[in-house]
């Protein structure tokens, strides 16, 4: 069926340095990638996605980058703040399935000051 | 625009128990989904509404469970017979059909059945 497999599951830098997470999907027909933020008590948050025909998309100190022939993705954050602790997920689906998104496991930053 | 909003935060329930969630989804809205959250994973996918009608539902979502969305606006989430491996977040979420998927997730109802 479909998956979705996220790395690393935590992930601990220091405030300033950049944060990495990837991302693998075994649908090929998947062409909708976001990524949400997931604070303590609280729902997931969408941050930035990406769809299958762009290759990278950047806002601010966030970007994605698709690989679809790898069917890898990857969600980077520069300049990394305390404040961007928390779970980030990210997900995958088929344009078609409007949001019945699948999810991956989840990492947990921890940005230490 | 207020958001998805989640009723109740909390459940604490005996097994056996029913239990029933409700959730607004934002006002223009017109697709409500119900996803499930246990604790260290993603979201899972249980059902989708679009307007009143139920579209789709996960072989997650039991013959105990049920939702409806009947005037196509607030959507309620029911639990027959509660067992403890029922217990998780039920997160709601939202969106406009044909909007680039981006959907919006209410903050849940963390279900903990004894």
């Known amino acids: 069926g479909e998956n979705v497999e996220q790395h690393p599951s935590t992930l601990s830098v220091q405030e300033g340095d950049s944060a990495v997470i990837k991302c693998t999907y075994s649908?090929?027909?998947?062409?909708?990638f976001p990524w949400y933020k997931q604070e303590l008590g609280k729902g997931p948050q969408l941050i930035i996605d990406?769809?299958?025909?762009?290759g990278e998309k950047k806002d601010q100190r966030i970007a994605v980058t698709l690989n679809k022939t790898a069917k890898h993705f990857s969600l980077h954050i520069t300049e990394t703040q305390p404040e961007d602790s928390a779970v980030y997920f990210c997900a995958a689906s088929r344009g078609n399935q409007g949001g019945k998104l699948i999810f991956g496991q989840g990492t947990e930053l921890s940005v230490k000051p | 625009d207020t958001g998805v909003s989640q009723d109740p935060r909390h459940k604490i329930t005996k097994r056996g128990q029913n239990v029933t969630f409700r959730c607004d989804p934002i006002s223009e809205h017109n697709r409500l989904y119900w996803y499930r959250q246990t604790l260290g994973q993603g979201p899972e996918f249980l059902t989708y509404?679009?307007?009143?009608?139920?579209?789709?539902k996960s072989r997650l979502l039991s013959d105990r469970f049920s939702a409806e969305r009947p005037k196509g606006s607030f959507s309620t989430l029911e639990i027959q017979r509660t067992e403890q491996g029922d217990s998780a977040m039920y997160l709601c979420a939202s969106n406009i059909q044909g909007t680039n998927e981006k959907l919006f997730f209410g903050s849940g109802t963390q279900l903990s059945v004894l």
């Open positions: 990406i769809r299958s025909n762009v």
């Open positions: 649908d090929s027909a998947s062409n909708y």
């Open positions: 509404f679009q307007n009143e009608a139920q579209l789709e």
